[in-house]
């Protein structure tokens, strides 16, 4: 539709998210999970079935086959025509061989990787780490 291209071309990615859909309105840019969530809003307003879906990209296009990469976490969005159709709003393309799709729900927090309880001593962090690996 039309209206993911528009929607797409006045929004910047960030590469993180941005926290409010009004903050990434206002301020014309946010993260994957941000762009995702108002192209699906939008989308949803003019009638189309749309979903959220979460996985990983592959950084480096150029890797070599069985070269680790160290990864990270992505969203894009699918809408129903007929069959569900992929779109990226963070970087404007269709999803291909370089994605790995994870789980797919209404929104984020279907889909979310991490969910839970977190302790621990005062000022101890929880990270996460993704390798990810070019099989062909």
Known sequence: PANRLLLAH???YLGHHASTADKV???GEGGSIDLAHL???ALRAAGIPA???IGYLLPDRTAEIGEVISGHGHCWIEWWDGEWVAFDPAVRTTPDDFYIEVAHGRDH???APLRGIFTGTPGSKMSVTVEIS???
């Open 10 to 12: 006045q929004l910047a």
């Open 25 to 27: 309105w206002n301020v």
């Open 39 to 41: 192209t699906i809003a």
């Open 51 to 53: 979903r959220f879906v």
């Open 109 to 111: 927090t279907d889909v």
């Open 134 to 136: 070019r099989l062909a």
